[in-house]
């Protein structure tokens, strides 16, 4: 018998409140699906001549993605605020809710052109704490893959499950027990930025290109989509790591992913299911941010494969 997301969170042990937020952000994200799908032929693509306070173009979707999960929010009395990246300032919700919300709407907004997986990322905090708390202080995380199928990943501490979008709208659990192997061979980043990467980066990833004949005795094979949540949720289902480390030309801006809404959800996730997550020299939930649009360097997945990064870094 399938068990829908509604039946699977009323018997979960958290707040009802807290589990009417992952249902606001379940039911945005069924609209985002939706809009996705044809928004080719609806003429929804393209740049809207703005940009955001990252210094990135918006794309008409990420502005209609923002929308729509504002939307979802402000109809839920339990949310107060909402920090997004498309938006410059947190948002102050006429709710007097419980709890913040920090999301990408639409993470991987550049692969949008070309039909590749692009995803919504969130993560849930206690307003009491305010908006900048570590990644510790989350009380859930999870993203959505707009892929061939459309995948929710969630989890409110030990333990990542996933559900599936069916034909009528409804999230169906698909996965209960989501586990990260421990070991891999395959690693994710970007080698056209290699001339800007740390001596730590150069290291590890010349040990895997060496293979077998290397330090790491074994063969290891590259995969790198540059959408977050694309490479995410493969390392989730499959194992591996992904790595956006801190170089030479990002260590202005501290790294190049967003440590509240992109960073924190994704390890929070990829612990929950036994991988580990850190900048190189700090685990990443560990982090104290210091502004709502800080960037970090996030490396995370198979906890053998982080923790031989880690070893690189200890070098030096």
Known sequence: MMTTLAEWLAVQSVDSGLASVVASMAAASVDIA???RTAPVAGQVGLVG????QGEEQKQLDII???IVVKYLEQNPQVSILVSEELDEPLQLQNQGRYVVATDPLDGSSNLDVNV?????FAILDAAGGLLQKGTAQLAAGYV?????????????PGVVVFTLDADGRYVLTDGHVQVPQASAEYAINTARERFWDDATKGYVAENVAGETGASGKRHNMRWVGSMVADVHRILMRGG???YPLDSETVSKGGRLRLLYEANPMAFLVEAAGGKATTGRQRLLDVMPTAIHQRVPVILGSAEEVARVEAWYAKG
């Open 117 to 121: 997986t692009v995803g919504t990322i």
């Open 145 to 157: 893959a707009y892929g061939p199928a459309t995948s929710l990943v969630l989890s409110f501490g």
């Open 34 to 36: 939706a809009i996705l």
């Open 241 to 243: 790591i992904f790595l």
């Open 50 to 53: 703005r940009v955001n306070v």
């Open 65 to 67: 993605s923002n929308d």
